[in-house]
């Protein structure tokens, strides 16, 4: 089993970025202005210590910018600020996001003698025309060149892709969600696109020349996405950006944002999966559905939402929801 981690963020904003992507206010997103340095991580480790329970791990993370498109120099100052915490055991390794288009084997080999474990890639898309159009200044084979490059240099790789991006389709999402599958990441991280103030595609929006990534949209194209990474056994770390007061108080001002994306998601999921197991049972009286007892109310659905749609769309007059000996995201059903 692999041992339980905990993650000590520091929030790198917009540092080292080359490029204005469209969909990006970093200060809304982190809810900070104020760049890192090297007493911001001696901050944070230190307000860390002693707080964790017994047998977890803790990891070092610099998010929020392109970690290694920042000038050495910095790079090295926030890098160095951690290692008396390693040295101490007070952390175990270090994580970093940063683009596609920062790493080579130079660098791989730098961080690796600081000590850093992870490296988390900004992929986004997969398809050359939606990076284009958000301003990415990539490409995708950029991508996979940096993802192989991370992989072989032994760290942990995490991708992240986005949805509902300027160009963006169902179509393109799955064929991102399929290239990223090929690369076989540790694990992945799903945005569907928020709209968030003072950003460019914000503008694009209220010009009319964006139509936003609605929240609906999101639950349907992750819908698509999520059983296609539990086929490939890569775990999705975080789907929808992380609620804050920033974003929940007007920052996000249309898009995908919603602080339970990823129970919406996986209650979809649930939803499609019923659909099909019961599609031999149309005009049933009564229909016992049986899921993994955590995944009760996810069944139901909002406002039993998914209750009644299947009852609607299969004509079965009530279906019954029990907690039943069966793994978690699986169905069995019975006529009662």
């Not at 660098?107 to 474990?117: C, W």
């Not at 990539?138 to 240099?153: F, G």
């Not at 595609?201 to 639950?219: D, I, K, N, P, S």
């Not at 974003?247 to 339970?260: D, F, K």
Request: hydrophobic letters at 35%; charged letters at 25%; glycine letters at 8%.
């Amino acid at each position: 089993m692999t041992p339980k981690r905990s993650i000590i963020p520091v929030f790198v904003p917009h540092l080292g970025c080359p490029n204005n992507c469209v969909f990006c206010n970093q200060r809304r997103i982190a809810g900070q202005t104020k760049p890192a340095c090297a007493e911001s991580v001696r901050l944070a480790l230190d307000g860390s210590y002693g707080k964790l329970p017994e047998g977890v791990k803790a990891q070092l993370a610099y998010y929020g910018g392109s970690f290694t498109a920042i000038p050495e120099q910095l790079q090295n100052e926030l890098l160095d600020a951690a290692q008396p915490y390693l040295r101490e055991g007070a952390v175990d390794s270090l994580r970093l996001s940063t683009r596609p288009d920062a790493i080579d084997a130079q660098t791989l080999d730098r961080l690796k003698e600081y000590g850093v474990k992870t490296i988390e890639l900004g992929a986004q898309s997969m398809c050359d025309e939606v990076l284009k159009q958000s301003g990415r200044g990539h490409t995708a084979e950029q991508t996979e060149k940096a993802a192989r490059l991370v992989r072989a240099a032994g760290f942990e790789l995490i991708l992240q892709m986005m949805t509902g991006l300027p160009g963006d389709s169902l179509e393109r999402s799955i064929e991102t969600a399929e290239r990223i599958i090929a690369l076989k990441p540790d694990g992945v991280r799903i945005y569907p696109t928020v709209i968030i103030e003072d950003t460019p595609l914000c503008e694009l929006w209220r010009r009319g020349e964006y139509a936003e990534h609605t929240v609906e949209q999101a639950v349907e194209y992750c819908a698509e996405l999520l059983p296609r990474f539990e086929r490939a056994r890569i775990p999705i770390i975080r789907l929808g950006l992380n609620p804050s007061d920033e974003l929940s108080c007007g920052g996000a001002v249309g898009g995908a944002y919603h602080p339970a994306l990823g129970e919406l998601v996986r209650s979809r999921v649930l939803y499609k999966r019923a659909r099909e197991l019961l599609e031999d049972m149309r005009g049933s009286e009564r229909v016992l559905l049986f899921v993994h007892p955590s995944q009760i109310s996810m069944m139901v659905g909002q406002h039993r939402e998914n209750i009644e749609r299947l009852q609607s769309e299969l004509g079965i007059k009530q279906i019954k929801i029990h907690a039943g000996d069966v793994p978690k995201g699986a169905l069995r059903a019975a006529e009662d």
